[in-house]
């Protein structure tokens, strides 16, 4: 039986791929002076690195369901003050994407810096891109980003169960969810881009700042709910991955700074929103992430739904 992943490396595919970036470097006078190389394969996606006379290059195709990434990756890098690189091409039809090489990996870095540091000029350089898109909600949408705001999670989360076997019987209900939701939003802060999946993996070095990669995962939704993954997912469990090793309070305190800037909001108001979405990020990553062949993520996600905090 065929695997998803084999349509990636149909030649068919490589060589419409191949002749696609041959083309792309082309128009910017560059050329490919290597064999092109593809060290990621998922059922998902594919990245093949390209060398060229002007150095290394990456390719990048979604299946249909991040086929949004080129389009939002292209939308987002101008209003990010170079904190997301700028394609050098992208197709939105196919959802082709050519980068330059980011450089090293946060998670890469760590190690040897034994410092989550670098974290908080990440996470205040993101919560910027967040409030500089507020005003593009209709184009990322229209750019095929899911929605997922606050009113359309109850019923998300409903449909989600339905589809799930051996619940954990402490779940709540909709209507629970939907009071959350209201809760969160009495503080007024406005939806806007969201990565649904901001780790170490996903920050690069190489541009002279901290880079954000892979908007495959993002979709519209209340902008803390990346709290859920970065503060409680990756960074709680510190430099040597044990849990609880990492005090959040000075990357809360810079993710946080931006919206300070931007709301009447006082910082226990900020921590309070901040608080419910970090619980509420979680049933928008198992909504937003659920893999039909992979219902165990969906599962982990919503314990950590039920083991957050009131």
């Known amino acids: 039986m065929s695997q998803p992943s084999d349509r990636w490396r149909d030649p068919g595919f490589l060589d419409e791929a191949h002749a ?9 006078g560059r050329s490919v002076v290597g064999a092109v190389e593809q060290p990621h394969v998922t059922d998902w996606s594919t990245v ?6 002007g150095g290394v290059v990456w390719f990048k195709a979604n299946d249909e369901t991040m086929r949004h990434e080129a389009a939002v990756t292209a939308l987002v890098a101008p209003l990010s003050d170079g904190r997301v690189p700028t ?3 992208s197709d939105p039809r196919t959802g082709w994407l050519l980068l330059a090489d980011a450089g090293a990996r946060l998670r890469d870095v760590i190690p ?4 989550l540091e670098r974290w908080y000029d990440v996470l205040e350089a993101y919560a910027r891109i967040q409030v500089a898109c507020e005003d593009q909600v209709d184009a990322l949408l229209a750019a095929g980003l899911p929605d997922r705001r606050l009113p359309t999670l109850p019923g998300a989360y409903d449909a989600l169960l339905a589809q799930l076997d051996d619940l954990d019987p402490r779940l709540p209900d909709a209507d629970a969810i939907a009071d959350l939701c209201d809760r969160l939003a009495t503080f007024g802060i406005r939806e806007t881009v969201q990565h ?5 993996g996903q920050v690069f070095l190489g541009a002279g700042v901290h880079q ?5 995962d993002a979709c519209v939704s209340h902008p803390f709910f990346t709290l859920a993954v970065t503060l409680e997912g990756v960074i709680a469990w510190g430099v040597d991955d044990e849990e609880g090793s990492e005090d959040l309070e000075p990357h809360l ?3 946080l700074r931006p919206y300070a800037e931007r709301y009447p909001l006082t910082d ?3 921590r309070e929103a901040a608080r419910l979405a970090m619980r509420l990020g979680w049933v928008c990553r198992a909504i937003n992430g659920a893999l039909p062949q992979d219902p165990g993520q969906t599962h982990t996600r919503l314990r950590m739904f039920l083991d957050g905090r009131p």
């Not at 696609?20 to 910017?28: K, T, V």
């Not at 649904?196 to 170490?200: G, N, T, V, Y």
């Not at 954000?212 to 495959?216: C, E, I, K, P, S």
């Open 20 to 28: 696609w970036i041959s083309a792309r470097l082309a128009e910017q």
């Open 48 to 53: 093949m690195r390209v060398p060229t006379d």
């Open 87 to 89: 394609p050098l091409a």
């Open 112 to 115: 040897e810096e034994r410092s």
């Open 196 to 200: 649904d999946d901001l780790h170490d």
């Open 212 to 216: 954000v990669l892979d908007w495959g």
């Open 253 to 255: 305190a810079a993710y």
């Open 268 to 270: 226990a108001e900020l």
